[in-house]
């Protein structure tokens, strides 16, 4: 079991149960519309049932974020860009990705992110996710107002691509 601070959340085999305290059921309708939309992008958990203040999905089994060294970390910066610009395209806002350590995790079929109860219609994953970065790329930060005036992430990959050499 996982305690969260809206929720606390149950595994059985493939299964995650998560089990929203009295008082958040407007979050639990939140995450599980926005895990129905995001099902088909395959990098959140399978949405199975909703009932009371309950959501069942599928379980993702990986390694969060945290526990990667930093040259693992700049390794997958531009995998999680992209689910970020994936996520901005849709105007799901999912919020804390300057602190994704436990919500962004690993898996063996790639990178994969849980946690949704608190995004929104809106964007900036991307720039969120930036600051995150810039302790690994020194600079990108400069780039989150070219990113917001003109959602290419182009300028974001080409950059990191030249600080790995």
């Not at 969060?64 to 997958?76: G, I, N, S």
């Not at 992110?113 to 995004?119: G, Y």
Request: hydrophobic residues 40%; proline residues 7%; aromatic residues 12%.
């Amino acid at each position: 079991m996982k305690k969260g601070r809206h929720s606390n959340v149950y595994f059985f085999g493939n299964l995650a149960i998560k089990i929203f305290k009295p008082g958040f059921e407007n979050n639990m309708e939140k995450e599980y519309k926005i895990l129905k939309r995001l099902e088909p992008h395959k990098f959140s958990p399978k949405p199975y049932l909703k009932f009371g203040r309950i959501i069942i999905m599928s379980r993702i089994r990986g390694i969060p974020l945290k526990d990667f060294l930093p040259e693992e970390v700049r390794r997958l910066a531009i995998p999680y860009l992209r689910i970020m610009f994936l996520l901005d395209s849709l105007e799901i806002m999912k919020e804390e990705n300057h602190r994704p350590n436990k919500h962004f995790i690993v898996t063996r079929k790639g990178p994969k992110l849980i946690d949704f109860e608190r995004s929104h219609k809106g964007r900036g994953n991307v720039t969120q996710f930036m600051a995150y970065l810039n302790r690994f790329f020194p600079g990108i930060i400069e780039f989150g107002p070219i990113y917001k005036r003109e959602m290419k992430l182009k300028p974001i990959i080409d950059f990191i691509s030249s600080k790995k050499r």
